[in-house]
Structure formats: C-alpha cells, structure tokens
Nanobody
C-alpha cells in the first residue's frame, strides 16, 4: 500500500518561497499508475488541489496557482516536492501530498503538515 509523508518548515515569512517534500513508500513515483499531487486546506475552508506530477515527470497545475507553483521530483529518493513562490499569509494551510489514478484526486493521503505564513 502506498504511504506518503510530508516534510518541510512549519513557518514561512511573507514573500519567501515555501518548499515541501513528500516521501513515498510502498510504490514508485516513476512506475506506479498514479499521479502524485499536492492539496491544501486553509483554516475554515475546503480542500484545494494545487497540482500534480505524473510518472513520466509531466506536471499539471491549478490555473489559479500556476504562475508561482512548481512541482518536481527526486527519483533516487522516491520523493516529489512543492515550491510556492512569494507566499502571503493567505497561504497558511495544512498541506497534503496524495496519490491517485487521475490527475485530480486522492486515493492515498499523507498525514498533512501545517504551514503558517507570518512575519
């Protein structure tokens, strides 16, 4: 069974770049039939799909975040990462990594990591 674990700083200052990493076990990010996604949930709001990376390295982004979002991968460590540039306090949220057979969706979830954007 696929397992995912997010890691990264819990506090980021406004205008900085937020970087998170998802470590995957129980499946390969290059051969499993999944898309590997990032999803977030701001306080008091619903889930927001941010983007995904496929097994071939192709990337897909939410149109509202595409301009300053980047998803990459480290195949040697079976990890994929999220970078969000120029963050604002509105980016405060619980960030999840996930896996699903489609580009948008989540069958397997990480436990989530709280990120607060504050000076």
């Amino acid at each position: 069974q696929v397992q995912l674990q997010e890691s990264g700083p819990g506090l980021v200052k406004p205008s900085q770049t937020l970087s998170l990493t998802c470590t995957v076990s129980g499946g390969s990010i290059t051969t499993s039939f999944y898309y590997w996604s990032w999803i977030r949930q701001p306080p008091g709001k619903g889930l927001e799909w941010m983007g995904a990376i496929g097994t071939d390295g192709s990337t897909y982004y939410s149109p509202s975040l595409k301009s300053h979002t980047s998803i990459s991968r480290d195949t040697s460590n079976n990890q994929f990462s999220l970078q969000l540039a120029s963050v604002t306090p509105e980016y405060t949220a619980v960030y999840y990594c996930a896996a699903a057979p489609g580009i948008i969706g989540a069958d397997y979830w990480g436990q989530g990591t709280q990120v607060t954007v504050s000076s």
